[in-house]
């Protein structure tokens, strides 16, 4: 896994919280179960820092590191639960994209941040994601390529989703106890397997074309 990741992606998604008033403790065991029986399946380990937590797990998907774990959110009002993965990747990209549909908005001081840590908007259309990166000529080209902008769209459900440094972090509000299921957990990383593949092959495009350019 990467040894740095912008603090922004967790500065809007909120530190790590014990959220216990979200979800009740009994869901937290159901979790905390599930996750052992992926963690399994993955060659890896689950784990909580306190009993009524909520639990993480890291293993191996496909021969990729992977990590699972949960954050909240604060929207000014409300808390809200957050479902994270994690998954390595070849690609030293560096870009963020946040929903543009249904996302809270940033407040000034982390807008502020996010220019500082991961850089300006980028314009990148017929995508339903905000983009930011530090690399923008190039993260404009990679979300371009009809096959990375598929992929992409395909993400509506989730907040936000970050590629830096060889690491691929996508966040969605939490639904309930079936998404952590072995089955449905499966299916998500399988998902995102496909999008950071789908970012590895365009990262080689975008490289060839730049190549071609200078």
């Not at 399994?40 to 009993?51: E, F, I, K, T």
């Not at 259309?125 to 902008?149: T, W, Y």
């Amino acid at each position: 896994m990467i040894s740095y990741i912008p603090l922004t992606f967790f500065g809007i998604i909120g530190a790590v919280g014990l959220a216990f008033f979200v979800h009740g403790f009994a869901n937290r065991q159901k979790i905390f179960a599930a996750f052992n029986e992926i963690a399994a399946q993955l060659n890896g380990a689950a784990g909580r820092s306190a009993v009524w937590a909520y639990p993480y797990l890291s293993g191996t998907y496909e021969d990729r590191p992977v990590k699972i774990f949960f954050h909240t959110s604060e929207n000014h009002t409300v808390s809200v639960l957050n479902l994270v993965v994690e998954m390595g990747m070849t690609s030293r990209d560096r870009l963020l994209l946040l929903q543009k549909a249904g996302f809270r908005e940033p407040k000034p001081e982390q807008k502020a941040r996010l220019e500082e840590e991961v850089g300006p908007i980028v314009s990148v259309d017929g995508i339903p994601f905000d983009v930011r990166s530090p690399e923008g000529g190039r993260a404009a080209v990679l979300l371009k390529f009809p096959e990375v902008a598929r992929e992409v769209s395909a993400m509506t459900p989730y907040n936000q989703i970050l590629v830096w440094d060889g690491s691929l972090l996508a966040s969605k509000q939490f639904e309930g106890v079936a998404e952590t299921l072995p089955d449905a957990m499966k299916a998500t990383l399988s998902r995102i397997l496909s999008l950071a593949k789908r970012f590895e092959a365009g990262h080689g495009e975008a490289s060839g074309a730049g190549a071609r350019t200078a």
